[in-house]
Structures are given as C-alpha cells and as structure tokens.
C-alpha cells in the first residue's frame, strides 16, 4: 500500500461548483497534514496546513480523520483560477522529518 | 520573502556526462531537499540534508550524489547521467517548521 494516496483525476467541475478531494494515508504516527497546489509547469506551493479541528481559509476547508486516517480538502463555489493539481503532503515527525507527498489530484475548473 | 533559486530552468544532456543541478536558498534554512517528479508518480525524494555537510538518502538516491558545503546551498550530481534520470527536479527548503518551499524545477533530458 502507498504511503499516501489520493485519486489522481481528472475532477471537471463547472464555475461555482463544490468539489471535494480525500487523501489516505497509511502510517498511523504521521503528525502533520498539508495542502500543496501545483499550476502546470510550476513548482508546488503550499495551500493551506490541515489541523486536527480543520481548518477554512475562505472557499478552502480542510479537515483531518485521524481514525479513518485521512485528510480532505474542500473548495467551495469553484473558480477558473482555481484549475491546478492539489498535492497531499503528510510528515512523520520524529528524526528529520520524513515528509511523503501524494501524487496529486488534478482540478479542472470548465466555464 | 523566501527564494530558492535553481541554476537551471532547462538542460539537455548526454548520456554519460556528469549533471550538476545547484539549488540556493536565502532564508537560512536547516533543511534542504531534492526531489524528482515525474507522471504518475508524483515527487520522489532523492536526497535531503539537515545541516552542512550532512546528507541522507530518500527514497530513489541510486545514481545520484549530493553536496552541501555551504548552508544555502545544495547541489544534485548525476554521476553518470542516464535517459530514465529525465525528468524535473525540483530543490526545496525548509526551516525548523513544516512547510517546504520550492524552486522553480530544472527539466533535465538526458539524450
């Protein structure tokens, strides 16, 4: 089983839709949860951190399942700039920080 | 504000030669990172450093080097440069905290 895992797409949505992305993770003492989005040909940046109460940052929700080990991404009333590939981003504390990425799920935002 | 700087947007290679990939960073960052990514299979950590002069393989280190003289840089050496080491290589930092901060890729072709 992938350390991390999430369902590559492609999700089309119109203008103005909700969209939802899970991503599972496999090992139980991971300790921190991200949100990397990548535009085409550009580097990843950082979304959002997801916390244990989860967290929203305008149209963006991100929440975290410890028990079902999982972590969700959220985006409201969806726009065209919105259109990029969402990547999962889970640390296993301890040592130097293993850091393990998904391999991305790609959002396309259509008129 | 964070910069990584990558030496290279863009490189061609024969197979053969010896790559240099160099990565600078200038928010005095503990850790860096070199990644590959390719389709399919998202980011693969080469290799990472936490210090100068340290270094710890990742996942896919075979046929690669690193080096980390100076803090605020971090340079990827294909010894040997191969077609199935094509792919974009991505540098990354990070401080004492979580989140990673990337340059803006090399796409390396080995022909």
């Known amino acids: 089983r992938k350390e991390v895992e999430q369902d590559p797409g492609p999700f089309n949505v119109p203008e103005g839709a909700t969209v939802a992305f899970n991503c599972t993770y496999s090992?139980?003492?991971?300790?921190?949860f991200f949100w990397y989005r990548q535009d085409c040909r550009k580097e990843p940046k950082l979304l959002m951190s997801?916390?244990?109460s989860g967290n929203e940052d305008g149209r963006f929700t991100a929440q975290l399942n410890r028990a079902s080990q999982y972590i969700s991404l959220l985006i409201r009333d969806s726009k065209l700039s919105d259109s990029a590939t969402y990547l999962c981003?889970?640390?296993?504390?301890?040592?130097?920080?293993?850091?393990?990425f998904g391999t991305g799920t790609k959002l396309q935002v259509i008129p | 504000d964070v910069k990584v700087t990558q030496s290279s947007r863009y490189l061609v290679k024969r197979t053969g030669e010896k790559v240099f990939l160099e990565c600078v960073q200038d928010m005095d960052h503990e850790n860096m990172f070199w990644y590959r990514q390719d389709p399919g299979l998202g980011l693969r950590l080469i290799y990472f450093?936490?210090?100068?002069?340290?270094?710890e393989k990742g996942d896919i280190p075979e046929g690669y080097s690193v080096s980390r003289e100076k803090k605020e840089r971090f340079s990827l050496i294909l010894e040997s440069a191969s077609t199935n080491q094509t792919s974009m290589y991505l540098c990354?930092?990070?401080?004492?905290?979580?989140?990673?901060?990337f340059g803006p890729g090399t796409r390396l072709t080995v022909t």
């Open positions: 090992n139980s003492a991971s300790q921190s």
């Open positions: 450093s936490y210090d100068v002069k340290m270094k």
């Open positions: 981003v889970v640390n296993l504390s301890g040592g130097y920080q293993k850091v393990t």
């Open positions: 990354a930092s990070r401080p004492a905290g979580d989140e990673q901060y």
């Open positions: 997801v916390y244990s």
